[in-house]
């Protein structure tokens, strides 16, 4: 069973910085790796997802803040948030699959969580 183990959230202003951790227990990271976020009361979300070849993909409202790379060395997977928003408040998710996908279901393995709250 890969485990996928989340870290790096918490408060930050609006218009601050965060960089997210996702660390896997085994190699999955010869996979897509994705991040969702999923806001209270809201479905979960697309974030982006990375390729085995460090192909990324953004959903449009996303694009030149949020910034996805992995450390195949480190079996890690990062996501950098700059200029965030109270909208973004949410907690983040990483997963990990054979497949590119904007959709949940595109993935096998999934972290816990790691909560981020933007503050106005």
């Known amino acids: 069973q890969v485990r996928l183990v989340e870290s790096g959230g918490g408060l930050v202003p609006a218009g601050g910085s965060l960089r997210l951790t996702c660390a896997a227990s085994?190699?999955?990271?010869?996979?897509?790796v994705a991040w969702f976020r999923q806001a209270t009361g809201k479905e979960r979300a697309f974030v982006g997802s990375?390729?085995?070849?460090?192909?990324?993909t953004y959903p449009y409202s996303l694009k030149g803040r949020f910034t996805i790379s992995r450390d195949d060395a480190k079996n890690m997977v990062y996501l950098q948030m700059n200029s965030l928003k109270p909208d973004d408040t949410a907690v983040y998710y990483c997963s990990a699959g054979d497949t590119n996908s904007a959709f949940e279901g595109g993935y096998k393995y999934w972290g816990q969580g790691t909560q981020v709250t933007v503050s106005s």
């Open positions: 990375i390729s085995p070849r460090g192909g990324t």
């Open positions: 085994e190699h999955p990271l010869s996979n897509y």
